[in-house]
C-alpha cells in the first residue's frame, strides 16, 4: 500500500516534471535563435574581414565583386544605408508625429478610426508591393522631373522608405502622447494657453522620451528593408547622391548572394557585409532600450 | 496675431499630415486594383507558367505560400506557446526570463535580410536541407517566434488569478490546471497571435529568397518541401523586375492585398472579442 502511494506521487511528480522541463526548453529556443544567429554571422563574417583588411574593407570606397582584380570596399553601402536611412526619418517623422498628435489629441472618433485602420493597413502591405509601386510609378515620375537618364535613385528609395516607416511612427507617438497626464495640460490650457499651443508644447516634450522611441525604431525599420528598394534604387555601387543609383548594405546581399560561388571571397565578403548590417542593427536595439527603461525611470519618480 | 497664424499654421498640418496617411493608402490601393483586376484572370489563378505555350499562371505561388504557412505554424505554435506557458505560469528565476524577453526583443528587431542569410547559412549549408519550403518555413519560425510568444503571454496574463487557485485548490497538478483552465481560457488571444504571424509569413520575401527559393514549377506538398519553391511575394519579385512581366506582378499584388486586408479584418473580429471578455 504505501508503496503503491509512493510510486502514485512519482509519477505524479514526473508528469509535472515533464511538461516543466519541455517549457523550459521551448522558452530556451528563442534565446538559442538568438546566439545561433549572432555566432554564425560571426563566424562566417570574420574571414572576408580578415582577408580584406579591416580598413579596406569598412572604408574602401570601390566594390567590385567580379572583376578581374576584385575589390572590396563597402563605404558606398554603408555610406547609402545611413543616408537613406536618414532621409527616410526627415521625411517620415515630422509626417507621423504630428498625424499621432492629430490621432491623440485633436481627432474625434470616427476619422481617428479611419486613419488608424489605414496605418494598421500600411503596415501591412508586403514590401515587394511598395517595391512594385515605386518601380511602376515613382520611378518613371522622377525621371521624368529631374531629366535622368534613370529614375531608379535614392531619392525614390528615401521616398519609400519613409511611407513604409511611418505606420510605427504614428503607432508609437500616439501611445506615447496618449500616457501625458491630462492634467499637464489642463495646467497649461488654464495659463491661456490655446489647445495647438498646449499639444505642441508641453504634451509632445513630456512624452518626447516615446516619440525618441519611435524615430529609433523607424531607423531600424529603414535600415533593415531589402526588397522595396532594391527594385526603385538601381542597384549600382555608387558613393550615394540623391540622384544617383545606389546600392544598400541589404541590397548588396540579396542582388550578389544568388550569384556569388560558394566558397568564394565575394560570397564571403556578403557575410561581413551582413555582419556588419547586425552590429548596425545591434547598436540600434541598445539605444531603444535606454529610451524604454528611461521612460520606465521617469515614470516611477 | 502672429500666434494665431502659427495655431493656424500648426493646426492644418496637424490635418494635412493625417491625410497623407489615408492619401497614401487609399492611392496605393486603388492604383493596385486598377493595374491588377484587368491582369487576373481565372486561368492565371489556376495554373503553372507553361514556357511551351508561353502562359503565366500562379498557382504554383499560392499554393507554396500556403504550404509555407501550414510548416511553419506547425512548428512555431507548440514552440511560442509552450515559451510563453514558460514564462507565466512557471519561471520563478527573474533572471532567466528577462533573457528570454530581451532575446525576443532582440529577434523582433532583426532585418529578415539577416534571417535569410542566417537560414542560407545553418539549414540549407550546414544541416543539408536543400532549398525550399522547409528551409523557408524553419527561418520564419525564427522570425515569427516573437510575435507568437508576446500576443500569447497577454491573453495568459487576462486569465483570472482565481480561475487558477480555484483549479489547484481542488487538487488540480500544475500541468493539470493549466491545460484544462488557462488555456481554454487563453485560446482567443493565441488566436489572434497566429493571425497576425500569418500576414507576417504572407508578406516576408527577403528571408525567402536563399532559402524557400525562385522556383515557379508545381510540386505536390512532400516535393515542394526540398524544392526550390517561390512564394506569391517572391514571384512578384521575379515577374516584376527579371521577367519584366508589369501585369502579372500587378496581379500578385492584388492577390497580396485581399489577403492583407481579410487578415487585418480576422485580426481585428478577433481583438475584438479578446477586449469584450477582458471587460
Known amino acids: 500500500m504505501r508503496e503503491n502511494m509512493k510510486q502514485d506521487a512519482k509519477k505524479?511528480?514526473?508528469?509535472?516534471?515533464?511538461?516543466?522541463?519541455?517549457?523550459?526548453?521551448?522558452?530556451?529556443?528563442?534565446?538559442?535563435?538568438?546566439?545561433?544567429?549572432?555566432?554564425?554571422?560571426?563566424?562566417?563574417?570574420?574571414?572576408?574581414?580578415?582577408?580584406?583588411?579591416?580598413?579596406?574593407?569598412?572604408?574602401?570606397?570601390?566594390?567590385?565583386?567580379?572583376?578581374?582584380?576584385?575589390?572590396?570596399?563597402?563605404?558606398?553601402?554603408?555610406?547609402?544605408?545611413?543616408?537613406?536611412?536618414?532621409?527616410?526619418?526627415?521625411?517620415?517623422?515630422?509626417?507621423?508625429?504630428?498625424?499621432?498628435?492629430?490621432?491623440?489629441?485633436?481627432?474625434?472618433?470616427?476619422?481617428?478610426?479611419?486613419?488608424?485602420?489605414?496605418?494598421?493597413?500600411?503596415?501591412?502591405?508586403?514590401?515587394?508591393?511598395?517595391?512594385?509601386?515605386?518601380?511602376?510609378?515613382?520611378?518613371?515620375?522622377?525621371?521624368?522631373?529631374?531629366?535622368?537618364?534613370?529614375?531608379?535613385?535614392?531619392?525614390?528609395?528615401?521616398?519609400?522608405?519613409?511611407?513604409?516607416?511611418?505606420?510605427?511612427?504614428?503607432?508609437?507617438?500616439?501611445?506615447?502622447?496618449?500616457?501625458?497626464?491630462?492634467?499637464?495640460e489642463e495646467a497649461s490650457m488654464a495659463l491661456g494657453a490655446t489647445e495647438i499651443e498646449t499639444y505642441m508644447k508641453v504634451s509632445l516634450p513630456a512624452a518626447k522620451s516615446g516619440i525618441a522611441a519611435a524615430v529609433v525604431l523607424g531607423v531600424g525599420r529603414a535600415i533593415g528593408e531589402a526588397m522595396a528598394i532594391i527594385m526603385v534604387s538601381g542597384n549600382v555601387a555608387n558613393m550615394p547622391g540623391l540622384l544617383k543609383s545606389v546600392r544598400f548594405m541589404t541590397t548588396a546581399i540579396a542582388s550578389e548572394m544568388s550569384y556569388a560561388a560558394v566558397g568564394s571571397l565575394q560570397r564571403e565578403a556578403l557575410f561581413s557585409i551582413g555582419l556588419v548590417l547586425f552590429l548596425f542593427i545591434m547598436i540600434i536595439n541598445v539605444i531603444l532600450n535606454v529610451f524604454i527603461k528611461g521612460k520606465g525611470k521617469k515614470d516611477v519618480a | 496675431?502672429?500666434?494665431?497664424?502659427?495655431?493656424?499654421?500648426?493646426?492644418?498640418?496637424?490635418?494635412?499630415?493625417?491625410?497623407?496617411?489615408?492619401?497614401?493608402?487609399?492611392?496605393?490601393?486603388?492604383?493596385?486594383?486598377?493595374?491588377?483586376?484587368?491582369?487576373?484572370?481565372?486561368?492565371?489563378?489556376?495554373?503553372?507558367?507553361?514556357?511551351?505555350?508561353?502562359?503565366?499562371?500562379?498557382?504554383?505561388?499560392?499554393?507554396?505560400?500556403?504550404?509555407?504557412?501550414?510548416?511553419?505554424?506547425?512548428?512555431?505554435?507548440?514552440?511560442?506557446?509552450?515559451?510563453a506557458l514558460y514564462l507565466t505560469e512557471y519561471a520563478e528565476n527573474k533572471k532567466l526570463v528577462s533573457a528570454i524577453e530581451f532575446a525576443a526583443e532582440t529577434l523582433t528587431g532583426i532585418p529578415s535580410i539577416i534571417f535569410g542569410l542566417v537560414g542560407m547559412l545553418v539549414f540549407t549549408q550546414l544541416l543539408g536541407i536543400k532549398q525550399g519550403i522547409l528551409a523557408g518555413a524553419l527561418t520564419l519560425v525564427m522570425m515569427i517566434m516573437p510575435t507568437i510568444i508576446r500576443t500569447t503571454q497577454e491573453s495568459l496574463k487576462t486569465v483570472p488569478m482565481s480561475y487558477r487557485e480555484g483549479a489547484l485548490a481542488m487538487g488540480a497538478g500544475k500541468w493539470y490546471m493549466i491545460r484544462t483552465v488557462v488555456l481554454p481560457n487563453a485560446v482567443d488571444g493565441i488566436v489572434t497571435g497566429c493571425i497576425l504571424a500569418v500576414g507576417r509569413i504572407i508578406g516576408e520575401s527577403a528571408a525567402l529568397l536563399f532559402t524557400a527559393g525562385f522556383g515557379l514549377v508545381l510540386n505536390n506538398f512532400v516535393d515542394s518541401l526540398t524544392s526550390s519553391s517561390a512564394t506569391l511575394t517572391v514571384a512578384l519579385y521575379v515577374y516584376a523586375s527579371e521577367r519584366g512581366e508589369t501585369n502579372v506582378a500587378f496581379a500578385i499584388a492584388v492577390v497580396l492585398i485581399i489577403l492583407t486586408l481579410v487578415i487585418n479584418m480576422i485580426a481585428g473580429l478577433a481583438a475584438g472579442r479578446l477586449r469584450a471578455k477582458t471587460k
Open chain 2, 1 to 83: 496675431m502672429s500666434r494665431r497664424i502659427w495655431n493656424n499654421a500648426v493646426k492644418a498640418g496637424l490635418y494635412i499630415c493625417s491625410a497623407v496617411t489615408v492619401a497614401l493608402l487609399v492611392s496605393l490601393i486603388g492604383y493596385i486594383m486598377y493595374r491588377g483586376i484587368p491582369a487576373l484572370s481565372f486561368h492565371l489563378l489556376s495554373t503553372q507558367s507553361s514556357y511551351l505555350n508561353d502562359t503565366i499562371g500562379i498557382l504554383p505561388n499560392i499554393l507554396n505560400t500556403l504550404y509555407i504557412i501550414i510548416v511553419t505554424m506547425a512548428i512555431a505554435i507548440p514552440i511560442g506557446v509552450c515559451a
Open chain 1, 12 to 184: 505524479e511528480r514526473m508528469s509535472e516534471l515533464v511538461p516543466h522541463l519541455i517549457f523550459l526548453f521551448c522558452g530556451l529556443a528563442a534565446v538559442a535563435f538568438v546566439l545561433c544567429i549572432s555566432v554564425y554571422l560571426i563566424i562566417s563574417g570574420i574571414p572576408a574581414i580578415h582577408k580584406i583588411g579591416i580598413i579596406k574593407f569598412l572604408f574602401g570606397m570601390k566594390w567590385q565583386s567580379t572583376a578581374a582584380e576584385p575589390s572590396f570596399g563597402i563605404l558606398p553601402f554603408v555610406l547609402t544605408s545611413i543616408y537613406g536611412t536618414a532621409g527616410a526619418v526627415l521625411i517620415g517623422v515630422p509626417i507621423g508625429i504630428m498625424t499621432a498628435v492629430y490621432l491623440a489629441k485633436v481627432a474625434p472618433k470616427r476619422p481617428a478610426a479611419v486613419i488608424r485602420t489605414a496605418a494598421q493597413l500600411l503596415a501591412g502591405i508586403p514590401s515587394v508591393v511598395y517595391g512594385l509601386v515605386g518601380m511602376i510609378v515613382l520611378v518613371p515620375a522622377i525621371q521624368k522631373i529631374f531629366r535622368l537618364s534613370s529614375g531608379a535613385t535614392l531619392l525614390c528609395a528615401i521616398i519609400v522608405l519613409s511611407i513604409m516607416i511611418l505606420p510605427s511612427i504614428i503607432n508609437v507617438s500616439e501611445t506615447a502622447l496618449e500616457a501625458v497626464p491630462r492634467e499637464y
